[in-house]
């Protein structure tokens, strides 16, 4: 577990019944998935917002607020990083348009 997000989601697991007062995680928890989902879509319309403005500065810190927010979300939903990270792996040496092809 060394990659940042993989910390990051250990934390985010750990916070799961801590003090919603203490923990902004363990209050995004608590308040269940539809929360949990809806807050990812906030952050990623700010950031698209942000990068059609060309900010890039704002891109960078929406961008860690979207990563953040969908794996508070992959908690809430029962979803490991390692499902994501393999699911990626097994798309490396394929192109876009052969992905693109087999989900026809
Ligand atoms: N990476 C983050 C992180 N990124 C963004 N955020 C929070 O996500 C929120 C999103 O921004 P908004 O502008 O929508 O905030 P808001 O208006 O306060 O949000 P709402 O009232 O709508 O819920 C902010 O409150 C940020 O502080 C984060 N909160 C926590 N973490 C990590 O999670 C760890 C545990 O945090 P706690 O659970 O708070 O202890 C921290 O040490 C960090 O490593």
Redesign the pocket.
Same mark, same amino acid.
């Given at each position: 577990m060394s990659h940042v997000l993989d910390k =990051?989601f250990a934390?985010?697991v750990a916070?799961r019944g801590?003090d919603p007062k203490?923990?902004?995680?363990?209050?995004?928890l608590a308040e269940g998935v539809e929360r949990c989902a809806k807050?990812f879509g %906030? %952050?990623a319309v %700010?950031t698209v917002i942000a990068a059609s403005a060309d900010k890039k500065a704002e891109v960078v810190t929406e961008s860690?607020?979207v =990563?953040?927010?969908l794996m508070v979300l992959w908690a809430a939903c029962g979803v490991e990083p390692d499902q994501v990270w393999q699911t990626l792996a097994s798309r490396e040496g394929r192109s876009g348009l052969e992905e693109k092809a087999s989900r026809k």
């Amino acid at each position: 577990m060394s990659h940042v997000l993989d910390k =990051l989601f250990a934390t985010i697991v750990a916070r799961r019944g801590a003090d919603p007062k203490i923990s902004y995680t363990a209050k995004l928890l608590a308040e269940g998935v539809e929360r949990c989902a809806k807050k990812f879509g %906030e %952050e990623a319309v %700010e950031t698209v917002i942000a990068a059609s403005a060309d900010k890039k500065a704002e891109v960078v810190t929406e961008s860690a607020d979207v =990563l953040y927010h969908l794996m508070v979300l992959w908690a809430a939903c029962g979803v490991e990083p390692d499902q994501v990270w393999q699911t990626l792996a097994s798309r490396e040496g394929r192109s876009g348009l052969e992905e693109k092809a087999s989900r026809k």
